[in-house]
């Protein structure tokens, strides 16, 4: 049982049940929906960009556990970055998530979003936790149409 | 002599009026006998597919092994001997829905081509500009896609009858709806997603008053009920074999001869047709005409198997037993505080959806798949019954011949354990 534990961890149950900058984001310059056409899971995600910086970052929508508690987490952490930097969080984290056997290093660079090390044993969950960045990456790039972890 | 009667079917007696011995049919399911993540396999998602027992397993290697050879060609003796096991499974398929004639019985992939198919064939030469397809809110994505393609390219409008808040069916409702633009009535016999069960004589009848033709979706009603297309009176019934503990890939479309004869085929190919020149082809008569191209011989093999298997343990025998589990996991879940039954009906078949207050469905399925619990979550292609009822997915545990009351108490277990972890 220790695995669903490494799953569920306390800090990804907290953000679920209380999402940070769960809210529409009324002076947002961009904006896209995600959506997992197998689960359900569907998020909008508002960004307030100023030049290629991260000035405020939002979402609203409904999913399970773990994709709320990313898309909480994934506010918090993209909010004042640049968008390269952003960008490239986003990459660690997609690697850190898929990856089995993580490398000494990797949790540093993702800082507090390392809590999710225990998707990659559960496969089936990579694309909850996926999810929100996915939609963020959408919403840099203004896409019109709402992106899906399909 | 038939596959089944040189196979001898399973030590079990014959069983068809008899109760039915549940620990007997359990040792015949090989997969049964496994563990998963070292709790033993608690199988709950029969509505997606059901296990194969080995009855079936045996048949589709027997074919391989002792008889494989293309079918309606060969004068060689293995493809003669492959050839009437085929037709046999063509004629078990008759009896198992007691169709009139066994050419009224078409092999397809499963219920969706079947009913893509009617959609295609029938539908394209019926169905014109401003007129209507009359489906249901329940309907699985495969019974609501065809008809909007065909309504798009025609220009027809499809029109839903809705249901209520237990997920039955409005009968009064339908009976508006069927209209004079109808051109044909597509609805389910039981809905995969709430379980319910239509009453699908009645609805028929309403329809032929009107003389609209109907078409019903078998899926998830052939697994746990004794079907009589005729006493229904239906046009169209579909099918598929692996939720039937039967091989996937493998299907049925039952269709009345003269309506099947009427329509123009589906694909173009081999064993479809009569004679080929290049200014002319004749096509084969029923149910070649509907069956292009080499099937898979072998999985209708395993589909007759299957039928067989159903047959002995007994329809009535099945639909007597699940309704009991059925009783008995809609009690035991109901007990679960913060749990919410979705699909209420008074009539109904096999399924448990549900919802937990504040828990989504998603976490739910992870949490029960470590106590060994197999359940779907999602929306169950049936993404308008979510919306009807207001919620993205549900969990659903769907019951077959070979659950138990320990099934349900370790799922109602499996829930508490969930509200441990996330609550």
Request: with cysteine; charged share 25%.
């Amino acid at each position: 049982m220790a695995e669903l534990r490494d799953l569920y961890q306390e800090v990804i149950l907290e953000h679920s049940k209380a999402p940070r900058n769960y809210k529409k984001l009324a002076n947002a310059n961009h904006r896209a929906e995600g959506f997992n056409p197998l689960c359900g899971d569907r998020f909008t995600v508002y960004l307030d960009l100023d030049g290629d910086k991260v000035r405020d970052v939002s979402f609203e929508g409904s999913g399970c556990a773990i994709s709320k508690a990313s898309a909480s987490m994934m506010t918090q952490s993209v909010k004042g970055k640049t968008i390269a930097e952003a960008e490239q969080l986003f990459e660690h984290f997609h690697k850190f998530v898929t990856t089995q056997n993580h490398a000494e290093g990797d949790s540093a660079q993702l800082g507090k979003l390392a809590v999710f090390s225990g998707v990659s044993e559960f496969p089936a969950r990579v694309k909850c936790a996926t999810l929100a960045w996915h939609t963020l990456q959408a919403a840099l790039e203004d896409k019109q149409e709402p992106v899906t972890t399909e | 002599m038939t596959l089944a009667a040189k196979a001898g079917l399973a030590a079990r007696a014959p069983n068809a009026h008899a109760e039915l011995d549940v620990q007997a049919i359990r040792a015949e399911f090989p997969i049964l006998e496994r563990t998963v993540r070292g709790k033993p396999l608690v199988y709950l998602d029969n509505a997606a597919t059901s296990q194969k027992p080995r009855f079936v397993l045996d048949a589709i290697t027997r074919y391989y092994e002792d008889e494989n050879a293309n079918i309606h060609r060969g004068v060689h003796y293995l493809s003669e001997l492959a050839t009437a096991d085929y037709e046999n499974s063509r004629v078990r398929a008759q009896r198992f829905l007691n169709a009139a004639k066994s050419n009224e019985i078409i092999f397809v992939r499963g219920a969706t081509e079947g009913i893509n198919l009617v959609a295609q064939t029938y539908g394209r030469t019926h169905v014109g500009a401003g007129d209507e397809v009359l489906i249901t809110a329940m309907e699985h994505h495969s019974n609501i896609v065809p008809w909007q393609m065909l309504c798009a390219e025609k220009g027809a409008k499809l029109r839903v009858t809705p249901i209520n808040d237990r997920g039955e069916l409005l009968l009064d409702e339908f009976e508006k709806l069927l209209g004079p633009r109808t051109k044909i009535a597509a609805f389910t016999h039981v809905s995969n997603a709430l379980g319910s069960i239509n009453p699908v004589r009645r609805m028929t009848e309403m329809a032929h008053r009107r003389h609209i033709p109907v078409l019903i979706d078998g899926a998830q009603a052939v697994p746990h009920m004794a079907v009589d297309v005729q006493a229904i009176d239906c046009d169209f019934y579909a099918f598929s074999g692996h939720k039937v503990y039967g091989p996937t890939g493998i299907g049925v479309l039952y269709g009345k001869a003269a309506l099947l004869d009427a329509m123009p085929p589906y694909q173009g190919g081999g064993d479809m047709i009569s004679s080929v020149t290049f200014e002319k082809t004749t096509y084969n008569k029923l149910p070649y005409k509907f069956e292009a191209g080499t099937p898979d011989i072998a999985g209708v093999i395993g589909l007759g198997a299957a039928l067989d298997y159903v047959t002995d343990v007994g329809m009535d025998a099945i639909a007597v037993y699940e309704n009991e589990l059925l009783e008995y996991g809609t009690e035991k879940l109901s007990t679960i505080p913060g749990l919410r039954l979705i699909g209420t009906a008074a009539e109904k078949a096999g399924v448990l959806s549900f919802v937990l207050k504040d828990i989504h469905p998603h976490d739910v399925g992870t949490i029960l798949d470590q106590e060994g619990i197999a359940i779907r979550t999602g929306h169950h292609c049936s993404q308008p019954v979510m919306d009807r009822f207001g919620i993205p997915a549900t969990a659903r545990a769907s019951l077959a011949i070979y659950n138990t009351r320990e099934d349900i108490d370790a799922l109602a277990k499996g829930i508490e354990r969930v509200r441990e972890v996330l609550g």
